[in-house]
């Protein structure tokens, strides 16, 4: 395998699919906050409303609306996202009816938005949820394709759980502080997991591929989505 490329984010329209709220701070928030230094509009769409994430009740009755304002309060840290909610329920089987609907509701948001670049989660994803965004994806731009659809966004795949094999590594050391902040925003998840710790520790070790004096780095991969 070769060495990843030392690459800077894209410019462009960006459209982000994020599982549940958090993931987009915890996967890629560094990058997410240096293409809004450099001026692209970021969307991000949150496919489930993470109601499961809150197991001890700790946080009262209402997860779902808690963790959609927690993913403002995040995107706004990461310097003004757009975020738009699908609110399905995280933790579910995920069957082939449920795909077909995410994937139409998707095609809409990419009509709407137009993006130049999507993130989603990469393939091979531990975590159901975050796979199973990939799979609506590629669905989606399946049926794009099939509509006569020719301007296909360039896709990158990003990583949360599961490391992935990266072909590119964005350097976002100055960003790091942003990337942090933004997961301490969604506060009832660091209740239960330390993900600053656990992220920034993968973020730290991505840097491996970069200039001495960067300490964080994000790792993405070329989808073969298409």
Known sequence: MDLPR?????????????????????????????????????????LTDGRS????????????????????????????????FYG??????????????VADRLL??????????IYVPWE??????HAKAWSALSLAIQRLRAGGGTEIPRILEYEVW???????????TRTADKKRQAMLAHASQV???DYPHQLMGLAAHRSVYLPKSSRYGEAFRESPIH
């Open 6 to 46: 030392i690459i800077d984010p894209p410019a462009g329209r960006v459209l982000v699919l994020a599982p549940h709220p958090d993931d987009e701070s915890c996967g890629m928030g560094g990058t997410l906050a240096r293409h809004r230094e450099q001026g692209d509009p970021v969307c991000v769409i949150f």
């Open 53 to 84: 994430g809150d197991p001890d009740g700790l946080f009262g009755s209402d997860t779902a609306g808690l963790r959609q304002k927690e993913a403002r309060a995040a995107a706004e840290v990461l310097g003004g996202l757009e975020t738009r």
């Open 88 to 101: 399905y329920p995280d933790g579910h089987v995920v069957t082939d009816q449920d795909l077909s609907m």
């Open 108 to 117: 809409e948001d990419l009509s709407d938005w137009q993006p130049d670049l």
């Open 124 to 129: 091979g994803e531990a975590h159901s949820d």
């Open 162 to 172: 599961s490391p992935l094999p990266a072909d590119y590594i964005i350097d976002v």
């Open 191 to 193: 209740a239960y997991t």
